[in-house]
């Protein structure tokens, strides 16, 4: 799990609008190959601009909703593994 925590009802509901619109324009790809020439381009065209759409308004609605470059880690800085200090476990603190 996340340190951010589960994920909210809307970033669910936008994480199923993301997925569907890939999903949409992953079958209109496999059904335009496998039906071959015979395929009628404008639609499956038109199907795969559907999901690209969606998928297109799923990420910006995401990142206006999340706003995920507000909530990083920083490398540089330790996590706190629930440990409060070296005088703890015996050890002198750093200096003494």
Do not use: C
């Amino acid at each position: 799990m996340s340190a951010r925590g589960k994920l909210t009802h809307e970033e669910i509901a936008l994480a199923f609008l993301i997925g569907g619109g890939f999903t949409l324009m992953m079958i209109a790809g496999g059904m335009g190959v496998a039906v071959g020439e015979e395929a009628n381009a404008a639609t499956f065209g038109m199907l795969f601009l559907l999901g690209l759409v969606a998928f297109i308004a799923g990420v910006a609605i995401w990142m206006v909703v999340v706003r995920p470059w507000t909530q990083f880690d920083d490398i540089n800085v330790p996590k706190d593994a629930g440990h409060h200090g070296a005088e703890q476990h015996g050890e002198p603190a750093a200096g003494h």
